[in-house]
């Protein structure tokens, strides 16, 4: 039996210029979302209202009925947000915001208040009591009363009854204090009754949240051709939007991408929007709010203007830059060149310096990519249980790099062949993959792509599989076979749900295809190598 010849030239070409590719472009993504970027200002630093709600600190859930907020809080918050806001709209009375009026008043500020409705009669009561009483007392610092927050879109109440609940609240507060009802727009089209028993119309426009997301460079047009609907099918009657916004992280929706940049694009363009047509408004929301995360995925929890530090996450003026940490990036890439360098030692197979070159370039990319996932770990990770899950998978896909690199590192260093590594490992990715796939199908209205985490399995077995000769080739089992068969079907059906507009789904499509194909076409090879006689 003859010794099986190294892979030719025109066989390791294609590998190095992958290695080479995937390292640049991990350096590239990184500095991209660290560069200035220019857009239009404000008109102003101030903006004229704001959703408030207190709840951004570990644990803290507006569902929790035993949770207060104290006076000293919503002081120490309602001081801040005087200095850029003429106004706040709370949400409901419960939990110590029934005090947010008379604080708001200590600093020249106007409140929409909120009167919180739901399934329950008895809490209805209960809340519609404190809102009069509310009301009553501080009629000279409201700028409205909001009788109930989409719940016919919820469907927890009928419109008969959510009408009677606003008639009720309107008979009681002065008569000075306008009273109104919030919901998504498409919802006062579709209840055109509720008109006759509010003061005025308060819709919220979310171009992301659309049944067809809007990106957002068309995201302000979209506001201002709904607004002039709702006008022209109710004229003669004052409209408020009472919530637009857009989130600075989460799971991008067909083109309508959740990031800082957006974010702040939106805002401005939309400050200059509301200032054209001398329109009322009120932006969601002052706070970054992790409780929403639970409800609604990453992209719940980050629609603030400032996050849960209270600090602005963007400036009104100015560029502005997505990752101004960017350079940590490529501090992993480096750390990563260097951890699978010196793992490279240990009973290498190969000499010279292109097994160290396939090394480096690995471990940079990897790291580069491991980056790319803790930065989105920090964003998505809710309690210690999703960390400790993150961090397991990380760290096993650190170690299927590491092994994939070093056969990766001696086949391009010549080094004697040995058979391409799967088992376990790959099947593991594989099940993995399957489920998510499986979420994603079903599931996928609030859920993450971890494209950094799946990079380097999914990259990596692709170039396992195109330097793997005949000869090396494991046959899967047909366990694998059939999850190999599915990674791609599912992934495409993603793509089809965004309609082909999210870039991300077409990512996720390709990194299935490249751990699925060169299994498909392994086993043919294996196949092949096990009929010789």
Not at 190 to 217: F, K
Not at 400 to 406: D, H, I, M, N, S
Not at 408 to 437: D, I, K, N, T
Request: hydrophobic share 50%; with cysteine.
């Amino acid at each position: 039996m003859q010794p099986q010849p190294s892979p030719s030239s025109r066989a390791l070409w294609p590998a190095w210029l992958v290695l080479g590719l995937i390292a640049c472009l991990g350096a590239g993504w990184w500095w991209q979302i660290g560069r200035p970027v220019q857009m239009p200002e404000a008109p102003s630093g101030r903006i004229a209202c704001v959703s408030y709600a207190p709840f951004r600190l570990p644990g803290e859930t507006p569902y929790d009925p035993n949770f207060m907020i104290s006076p000293e809080r919503i002081d120490a918050d309602l001081r801040a947000l005087s200095q850029r806001f003429d106004c706040v709209r709370t949400y409901s009375q419960g939990q110590g915001l029934n005090v947010v009026p008379a604080i708001a008043g200590r600093y020249g500020m106007k409140v929409l208040m909120g009167i919180w409705l739901g399934r329950d009669p008895v809490a209805n009561a209960r809340e519609i009591k404190h809102g009069i009483a509310t009301a009553q007392a501080h009629p000279e610092v409201l700028r409205g009363v909001i009788v109930g927050n989409e719940v016919l879109l919820r469907g927890e109440l009928s419109s008969k009854s959510l009408i009677a609940y606003i008639r009720e609240v309107r008979a009681a507060v002065p008569a000075t204090v306008p009273v109104t009802y919030a919901d998504v727009w498409e919802f006062w089209l579709r209840y055109p009754q509720m008109v006759d028993a509010v003061d005025y119309l308060t819709i919220h426009i979310l171009p992301y949240w659309e049944d067809e997301p809007v990106p957002p460079e068309h995201a302000v047009q979209h506001v201002a051709d709904v607004y002039a609907r709702i006008r022209h099918k109710f004229p003669g009657r004052e409209v408020m939007i009472g919530e637009t916004g857009w989130p600075s992280e989460g799971r991008s929706r067909r083109d309508a991408n959740a990031s800082v940049v957006n974010e702040a694009r939106y805002i401005r363009e939309f400050l200059r929007y509301a200032a054209s047509v001398n329109m009322p408004y009120n932006v969601i929301e002052a706070f970054d709010q992790p409780w929403k995360r639970a409800q609604e995925g990453t992209v719940g929890g980050y629609w603030g203007i400032f996050d849960v530090d209270a600090k602005p996450k963007f400036p009104m003026q100015g560029p502005v830059v997505e990752e101004p940490r960017w350079t940590l990036g490529w501090l992993a890439g480096a750390a990563g060149a260097l951890l699978f360098a010196l793992l490279g030692w240990w009973r290498r197979p190969w000499r010279g310096v292109r097994g160290w070159a396939a090394l480096k370039l690995a471990g940079f990319a990897s790291g580069t990519a491991l980056a790319w996932q803790a930065r989105q770990m920090v964003y998505a990770c809710r309690n210690q249980l999703e960390w400790a899950v993150s961090i397991a998978a990380c760290v096993f896909g650190l170690v299927t790099a590491l092994v994939l690199a070093r056969w990766l590192a001696g086949r391009l260093a010549g080094a004697p062949r040995e058979q391409a590594p799967a088992g376990w490992l790959r099947f593991s990715w594989l099940f993995v993959l399957a489920l998510f796939g499986l979420l994603q199908v079903f599931d996928g209205r609030y859920r993450d792509f971890p494209l950094g985490l799946f990079a380097l399995p999914c990259i990596g077995y692709a170039l396992v599989g195109w330097l793997a000769g005949r000869a090396d080739a494991v046959k899967p089992s047909l366990e694998e076979l059939f999850m190999a068969f599915w990674l791609p079907v599912l992934a495409a059906i993603v793509v089809v749900q965004e309609v082909g507009l999210n870039p991300i789904t077409w990512q996720w499509l390709g990194f299935n295809l490249m751990i699925a194909l060169p299994i498909l076409v392994g086993s043919r090879n294996a196949s092949s190598v096990a009929l010789r006689p």
